[in-house]
């Protein structure tokens, strides 16, 4: 059933719903109407496997914390549910068939309830985007979780070199966003090396990443998308050394400003590309087109 902004539903009508037990997928998100009392009147539906609570934004803790009946759920939405805590969080921890969880934008999930999150040792899918509680010390706690595929890492703020390299025993991982995460710096991109599974990265604008960093990226050679957007330390140097990504198809390099003509001619050994994105790389000339 999906409900997907439908602003005119509450509480009141998801209690309505009870009686349908065979559901396995509910998607409410972005039904701002639906708080506690909504989330708490899916306790029957016990055969859930997907719910979406996006943005639902007056359920807080106590609704999550009967959630934890759901316990044949594998996908969870609880982005934007800016009333979630760490004592929400570690409510979820009994959901252990959660292979899918969505906690992007919950701005008072700290340390703590990443500590929780490592109880769902299924999970192969994590976004924490804009999870600006969330430290290095956090990133470690996940370190357990070796079997995520996908880790969404976008705007935490407080993430430096030392929780990014906490992140090497997640040697499973296929996809990792660390875009806008400011204090990612050459060193932090270097202990990405162990990833080698990656086939997607992103690491736009982590300004303070410059042609070394770079060149540690080419160990990853399973990488088919690499987004460099604002690396503004990107020169033709670390862009030539991309070359050894051959198996790229997507590469973004707008806003690399220092980027010129040669740079560009070097990418020519990346013979898959599909979809290369040279916005406001104002130093190139038809030179570099040929």
Known sequence: LNLRRCPGVSDEGIRALSPLTALTNLNLDYCIEVGNEGVIALAPLTAL????????????DVGMMELAVLTTLTSLNLERCIGLTDEGVRSLSSLTALTKINLSLCCNI????????TMLTALTSLSLAGCGGATDEGMMELAVLNTLTDLDLERCNRLTDKGVKSLGPLTALTSLNLAYCRGVTDKGVGSLSPLTALSVLNLSSCYDITDKGVRSLALLTSLTSLDLHKCDGLTDKGVRSLSALTALTNLNLSFCDTLTDEGV????ALTNLTSLDLTFCHALTDRGMR
């Open 265 to 268: 001619g070097a990418l020519a």
């Open 49 to 60: 496997t997907t719910l979406g609570l996006a943005n639902c934004g007056g359920a807080t």
């Open 110 to 117: 700290t340390d703590k309830g990443l500590s929780a999150i």
